[in-house]
């Protein structure tokens, strides 16, 4: 199996060690990451200015880019081979509920998933890194298993997977999950510079809206591994009726304005 590996935290990251080295006992694994850190930078790709691609010691290849940029490029012309899987991750935190509309762990995979290939983003729930060669073992033992399932190369999917910092044995089973919801995020922090100037820090995410049962807030508060399908289209299908009618309200007005 041929597995793309990349991430939000880049190359150097601690997470996407443990994940090469736990994937990289029964696959080929690449890793094509961002140079810095690039959290919360979502789908983003890099369109005015280049893009440049350097190895590191340990054969790692990095971009000064976003985690998106890394996996199209990987995509569209570095990689000699297309590969049977784009896995993103392990991220240092969770992304469950609104967190994954911002990722840029999970908007590498679906950069993946966006050129018709599997895609997986793993995460563990609290950062620092605890218990991080426990998940990059459930992470490995999970894409081993879906392989032997043969899900992997076959239809394209996405799925968002959040792993507790919990030992290997404590972890319970994987739970399907929809995505919570958070409350709005924190203030804005407002600082002055040594010149004077006022700078803002974006404020802290949200707490949990809705951490019902069902919710990946849930599942992994009870010690599981929440895996969430995700999809691309954002259409509200159960609004169209609604809007259809607006739709035509509003073409009539324009009409008898014209």
């Known amino acids: ?20 080295q736990a994937l990289g006992r029964f696959a080929d694994v690449q890793v094509v990451a961002p140079e810095h850190n690039n959290s919360a930078k979502s789908n983003a790709l890099t369109l005015n ?3 440049y691609v350097h190895q590191a010691g340990n054969g790692f290849r990095y971009v000064n ?5 890394c996996v199209h490029i990987a995509l569209t012309g570095l990689l000699g081979e297309r590969p049977d899987l784009v896995v993103s991750g392990i991220n240092n935190g969770a992304n469950m509920g609104d967190d994954t509309v ?12 966006l050129f018709g290939v599997p895609a997986i983003a793993f995460s563990l729930v609290d950062k620092g890194w605890g218990e991080l060669e426990a998940a990059a073992q459930r992470a490995a033992q999970i894409v081993e298993q879906m392989h032997a399932q043969q899900l992997v190369g ?7 997977i959040n792993i507790p910092n919990l030992p290997l044995a404590a972890m319970r089973p994987l739970r399907l999950c929809r995505l919570g919801r958070r409350h709005a995020a924190e203030r804005v922090i407002e600082q002055v510079n040594p010149r ?7 404020g802290s995410a949200g707490t949990a809206l809705d951490a019902s049962e069902g919710t990946d807030f849930h599942a992994t508060a009870q010690g599981h591994v929440s895996v969430t399908p995700l999809k691309v289209d954002m259409t509200d299908y159960d609004k169209l009726g609604y809007w259809a009618q607006t739709a035509a309200r509003l073409a009539a007005a324009t009409s008898a304005q014209a």
């Open 49 to 51: 200015a280049p893009l």
């Open 154 to 160: 076959a239809q394209p999917w996405l799925l968002n």
């Open 102 to 113: 911002y990722s840029g762990t999970v908007g590498a995979a679906m950069e993946g998933y």
């Open 1 to 20: 199996m041929n597995i793309l590996l990349s991430n939000d935290d880049g190359y150097q990251a601690p997470g996407i060690v443990a994940l090469h």
């Open 65 to 69: 880019g976003t985690p998106a940029d």
């Open 196 to 202: 004077g100037e006022t700078m803002y820090w974006i």
